[in-house]
């Protein structure tokens, strides 16, 4: 069975630094693009960016090259999206999915940040 | 702001068929790439529905439908359920600028 499991809730201060997990089971973790994908409270989907954990290829939406990093550790079967200095605009929930059939198929169960001024 | 564009709300009685709109342009989805749709029930994560346009994963129901036409893509839901009352969202590939992945606005669907 496919799964994707993602890390706790975080709850930090404005300026710190903060890096949350989607760790993959079920499948070949090095054959498939893994996107994060942002919800603000009360708003939309917005994709952020993903990356093939196989070679590490990357991209990102314009919209968040630059504010943050995605990375992965095929190792431990592990994406990561990271944050040098936290905004209280990055309050959301994140969610990990995999990409299948051209198509966002499965999906983390979703990661709260709350960001305090 | 996205560049797929849907109705905030529709609405319908149970066993109704209502439709989604999700309108694009000719760098999205008139550029050809193909159409995806999500169910996000109230405090889930989103759920693909129909991927490919109009192709449904095991386990989503016949009463989900999409079609693409152009520059818009449109989903159908038919028999309409109270537990279909759920918001949906429209996703494709845009390449404008460096190209990325893009969602639709959403669109709540009431069951009334």
């Known amino acids: 069975e496919v799964q994707l499991v993602q890390s706790g809730a975080e709850v930090k201060k404005s300026g710190e630094s903060l890096k949350i997990s989607c760790q993959g089971s079920g499948f070949s973790f090095t054959s498939y693009w893994i996107g994060w994908v942002r919800q603000m409270p009360g708003k939309g989907l917005e994709w952020m960016g993903s990356i093939f954990p196989g070679d590490s290829d990357t991209k990102y939406s314009p919209s968040f090259q630059g504010q943050v990093i995605i990375s992965a550790d095929k190792s431990i079967s592990t994406a990561y999206l990271q944050w040098s200095s936290l905004k209280a605009s990055d309050t959301a929930m994140y969610y990990c999915?995999?990409?299948?059939?051209?198509?966002?198929?499965?999906w983390g169960q979703g990661t709260r940040v709350t960001v305090s001024s | 702001q996205s560049v797929l564009t849907q109705p905030p709300s529709v609405s319908g009685a149970p066993g109704q068929r209502v439709t989604i709109s999700c309108t694009g342009s000719s760098s999205n989805i008139g550029a050809g790439f193909e159409v995806h749709w999500y169910q996000q029930l109230p405090g889930r994560a989103p759920k693909l529905l129909i991927f490919?346009?109009?192709n449904r994963p095991s386990g989503v129901p016949d009463r989900f439908s999409g079609s693409k036409s152009g520059t818009s893509a449109s989903l159908a839901i038919t028999g309409l359920q109270a537990d279909d009352e759920a918001d949906y969202y429209c996703q494709s590939y845009d390449n404008s600028l460096s190209g990325s992945d893009v969602f639709g606005t959403g669109t709540k669907v009431t069951v009334l």
């Open positions: 490919g346009n109009s």
């Open positions: 999915a995999r990409l299948t059939t051209r198509s966002w198929a499965y």
